[in-house]
């Protein structure tokens, strides 16, 4: 008679080593995976759209990107250095000389449901603030009180009413984006450092005044489309044109690169601002 045969069975301590062992050999195999994959391919990409007008494009910054566009788009700006910086995606919309209907028809397009993240400034040129720095600024041409004024009037009867409608158009256009809105720079503090500027100190710190009016309307429109505002007043306090370092440009040459923000200003300024 033959003896039965018995199949032998692992201990239940055994069969735990071994399901222990194969789960390590899967984990380790899974981190040689992850360590030859891509970090870009691990997190999803932020995709950024940068909007507005010569304060974001980087005009000032004296080297700008030949797109063919004349937008005076620049790698000196606060948008390429802070696309760089988070390392998203960037689309580089805003455009020199924009104004809010620039903005509307030709900028939008680029925003869509996949939009992460977007940062705009606008509403200076709808003021006709270099209008009012040209006739502020020109020797012998007097005080230029009734200029300023009229721009005070627009920012605060037409302008509210102009960026609700943009903000509201952004808000449909990219519903889940995180949007910030950057506000001006004070330009001047008060002295009189090129005499071919001819800008009292009045007149200097009433243009203060103004952009700090315009800051305000485009804070509050941007809090009633839930946006975020940078407000860049502290960070370039010290630093406006006559001080050292400038921020800002004083009159330059070519005469667009005036009273806009330098590389020390979009780097220094506004990139550490932003979220």
Request: net charge negative; proline share 7%; charged share 15%.
């Amino acid at each position: 008679m033959n003896p039965p045969h018995i199949t032998s069975r692992p201990s239940p301590s055994k069969k735990i080593w071994r399901q222990l062992r194969n789960a390590s050999v899967i984990t380790a195999f899974i981190g040689l995976l992850l360590a030859f994959t891509p970090a870009a391919a691990l997190a999803q990409e932020t995709n950024y759209v940068a909007l507005g007008d010569s304060y974001a494009s980087g005009t000032g910054t004296r080297a700008y990107i030949d797109d063919g566009s004349g937008c005076e788009r620049s790698t000196h700006a606060h948008p390429y250095l802070y696309a760089n910086h988070i390392g998203a995606n960037l689309d580089f919309q805003a455009c020199a000389g924009a104004r809010i209907p620039n903005v509307r028809n030709s900028q939008l397009a680029a925003l869509g449901p996949d939009t992460d993240l977007i940062t705009i400034s606008v509403g200076g040129n709808d003021t006709g603030w270099v209008d009012v720095l040209i006739s502020c600024g020109t020797p012998f041409s007097g005080p230029c009180w009734d200029d300023i004024a009229q721009a005070e009037r627009y920012i605060q009867e037409e302008l509210p009413a102009e960026l609700n409608g943009l903000y509201a158009d952004i808000n449909t256009a990219a519903p889940n984006a995180n949007v910030y809105v950057t506000g001006y720079p004070r330009l001047f503090n008060g002295e009189r450092c090129n005499w071919l500027v001819d800008l009292s100190y009045e007149e200097q710190m009433a243009l203060n005044d103004a952009a700090d009016l315009l800051n305000s309307v485009i804070a509050s429109a941007a809090a009633g489309a839930g946006f975020g505002f940078i407000d860049v007043t502290g960070a370039f306090t010290g630093h406006a044109v006559c001080d050292d370092p400038e921020y800002l440009n004083g009159l330059s040459w070519p005469l667009g690169e005036s009273f806009h923000p330098n590389t020390l200003g979009h780097s220094q300024g506004y990139l550490p601002l932003l979220p």
